[in-house]
Nanobody, 120 residues
Framework: QVQLVESGGGLVQAGGSLTLSCAAS????????MGWYRQAPGKQRELVAV???????GYADSVKGRFAISTDNAKNTAYLQMNSLKPEDTAVYYC??????????????WGQGTHITVSS
């Protein structure tokens, strides 16, 4: 069994910063990549940022230069540092990970989601 637990969401004013954390636990052999998605009301879930085991990162155009994803591999934890937040960043943020479990196979896992509200 693998779990992803997110933390760090909340309410922030425009221009402010927040850091999200996503801790993976359970029957983990390796993590291929971890990423953050978000879903705003009435919109589809979209990829925000992703980082692979080698440390390569990718970002949505809308967050480039403002958000930074990183990992602590020893803790199986991913972080999303969000700066210069805008009201349009308001959404539920979900952690995603591609994890090899004790069966040897890879599976996609999702966190429960954490709300971020950016006030203008």
């Amino acid at each position: 069994q693998v779990q992803l637990v997110e933390s760090g969401g909340g309410l922030v004013q425009a221009g402010g910063s927040l850091t999200l954390s996503c801790a993976a636990s359970g029957s983990i052999i390796s993590i291929e990549h971890m990423g953050w998605y978000r879903q705003a009301p009435g919109k589809q879930r979209e990829l925000v940022a992703v980082i692979n085991r080698g440390g390569s990162t990718g970002y949505a155009d809308s967050v480039k230069g403002r958000f930074a994803i990183s990992t602590d591999n020893a803790k199986n934890t991913a972080y999303l540092q969000m700066n210069s937040l805008k009201p349009e960043d308001t959404a539920v943020y979900y952690c995603n990970a591609d994890i090899q479990n004790y069966s040897g196979t890879y599976h996609q896992y999702w966190g429960q989601g954490t709300h971020i509200t950016v006030s203008s």
